[in-house]
């Protein structure tokens, strides 16, 4: 049995973030929570760390941790390519095939690219989005969401393909907040809970579905995440601005995500990496 000290490889911390994304789409966190466990994944070096992350949480099946066979690759020299080819293309691949138009270039604040990296030319793929992934979909919920609550201001959202979970402050008491599932309609809202009163919130109505969706679109290409059976968008804001994190996982335990600004512009990348 493999040493809780033993070094992590990315595919170990693929496989915890994996299993983080199937917990969180079974109610098992929030989304908070959810991002919080991924980023500690992401940066884990031991097996122990990351048994740790998912110590208290019903999984499918066990999640083999097995010791490293050989040592990984530089991270650094794998993501430059992506950082590079993200700015100069601007805001991820897929938008001009899923919107139908062209973004402001992209910008990445993510880290220094190494001086001389190549950049491999990346064809688009064009995916054929369905649900809440579509520009159509996206300004139903927000209209929806006015409807019944006479506002589309949240703490945060989480949309996937066909369905969103929205965590909102109650009125006149910003240091609470209720959660709402919508399908086609608005269900909830949960019994109140406490949130940080400080927390920006976000307005749905001024995020542009087709850039935002465009990110999505362009996942599987950005994140080198082949066939993903699993992909979402979480929009909230952090105390720097609205943000939108991407994340995309599939049936092999890649795991990926990017956060970038509502023009599109490119925060941060954390592609699947292949050993």
Avoid at 72 to 100: D, E, K, N, T
Avoid at 124 to 138: I, Q, S
Avoid at 188 to 214: E, F, K, N, Y
Avoid at 225 to 247: K, L, N
Wanted: aromatic share 4%; hydrophobic share 40%.
């Amino acid at each position: 049995m493999s040493s809780l000290r033993t070094r992590a490889r990315d595919a170990d911390r693929n496989a915890l973030c994996n299993a983080l994304d199937t917990a969180y789409a079974e109610g098992q966190m929030d989304g908070a929570e959810h991002r919080e466990r991924t980023a500690t994944a992401l940066r884990a070096t031991t097996l122990g760390e990351l048994k740790a992350l998912v110590a208290d949480l019903q999984l499918e099946r066990p999640i083999a941790l097995l010791p490293p066979d050989r040592p990984p690759r530089s991270r650094g020299a794998r993501w430059a390519g992506v950082l590079v080819a993200l700015a100069l293309l601007g805001v991820g691949f897929g938008i001009g095939h899923a919107a139908g138009r062209s973004s402001a270039p992209a910008t990445t604040t993510s880290g220094a690219v190494a001086a001389g990296a190549p950049v491999a030319p990346v064809a688009p793929v064009v995916v054929t989005p369905a649900g809440l992934h579509t520009p159509e979909g996206f300004d139903r919920l927000v209209g929806d969401l006015r409807a019944r609550l006479g506002t589309a201001v949240v703490a945060d959202a989480t949309v996937y393909p066909d369905y969103a979970v929205l965590t909102v402050p109650v009125e006149g008491s910003p240091g609470r907040a209720q959660s709402y599932t919508y399908r086609g309609g608005l269900d909830g809202p949960s019994p109140a809970g406490t949130r940080d009163a400080d927390q920006p919130v976000v307005d749905l109505a001024t995020i542009d579905a087709r850039t935002a969706l465009g990110l999505v679109a362009g996942a599987p290409e950005s994140l080198k995440v082949a066939d993903p059976t699993s992909r979402y968008m979480i929009i909230d804001d952090e105390g720097e601005g609205p943000r939108i994190a991407v994340h995309a996982s599939n049936d092999n335990g890649e795991t990926g995500y990017l956060e970038a600004r509502p023009d599109g512009s490119i925060i941060a990348v954390h592609p699947h990496e292949a050993i």
